[in-house]
């Protein structure tokens, strides 16, 4: 089966650029989790859904820091605009209702 | 609130030394607790995960660890390190409800030959 796909994988773009990430869950799970890693504040949660439906967004940094859910298949989180401190790798989980989370390889997002 | 410390950010051991990675957790409610492992430029894999039960729980690759609820520790042992258990180590707790994992700062695996 395949695992969470998540693209890109590299992105470096420039200060005021919006930033796109996306993720694909695997079928069958109906939780979906973003999450960011950054050296000094480690593994961040950011956002998670249940069944396409965000329950808790309180992780989300700032008004620049949207994501989306429109089907059980597909997940973006969006960056506009874009700021250097915001580089980091942002990862996207998936599982079936409480159980274990599954990670995809993460986006390296670099803000010059 | 739920929350996780992990004691020490970096441990480096001799290979086929004993392993141990510390995890203290607080939980206002039964805690689900987690190790995950991280090799570089990858994402997080489980190695093993506490709900309810026996309090020593076995894992992948030769890891396991004890929940100790008078302790509130979950922490991380293996017997024997080897070269390819070099990594970073996170322990997280859940409520066991909503799913979500709140993640320790981690902890960086060495292992000198």
């Known amino acids: 089966d395949a695992g969470v796909i998540q693209s890109p994988r590299h992105e470096v773009t420039e200060m005021g650029q919006e930033v796109t990430l996306r993720c694909k869950p695997i079928s069958g799970h109906n939780s979906l989790f973003w999450y960011r890693q950054t050296m000094m504040r480690g593994l961040e949660l950011l956002i998670y859904?249940?069944?396409?439906?965000?329950?808790?967004d309180s992780g989300m940094p700032e008004d620049r820091f949207s994501a989306k859910m429109p089907n059980a298949s597909f997940s973006t989180l969006k960056i506009q605009p874009s700021e250097p401190r915001d580089s980091a790798v942002y990862f996207c989980a998936s599982s079936r209702l409480a159980g274990e989370l599954f990670f995809g390889e993460g986006s390296r997002l670099t803000v010059l | 609130a739920q929350s996780v410390t992990q004691l020490g950010s970096h441990v480096s051991v001799s290979e086929g030394a004993l392993v141990l990675l510390r995890c203290n957790y607080s939980?206002?409610?039964?805690?689900?607790l987690f190790w995950y492992v991280q090799y570089p430029n990858q994402g997080l894999q489980l190695l093993l995960k506490?709900?309810?039960?026996?309090?020593l729980v076995k894992g992948i690759n030769g890891f396991e660890a004890e929940f100790k609820k008078s302790e509130t520790s979950f922490h991380l042992t293996k017997p024997s390190a080897h070269m390819s258990d070099a990594a970073e180590y996170f322990c997280a707790v859940s409520d066991g409800n909503t799913g979500k994992l709140i993640f320790g700062q981690g902890t960086t695996l060495q292992v000198k030959p």
């Open positions: 859904f249940n069944n396409n439906v965000p329950i808790d």
């Open positions: 939980s206002s409610v039964p805690p689900y």
């Open positions: 506490y709900t309810t039960g026996a309090t």
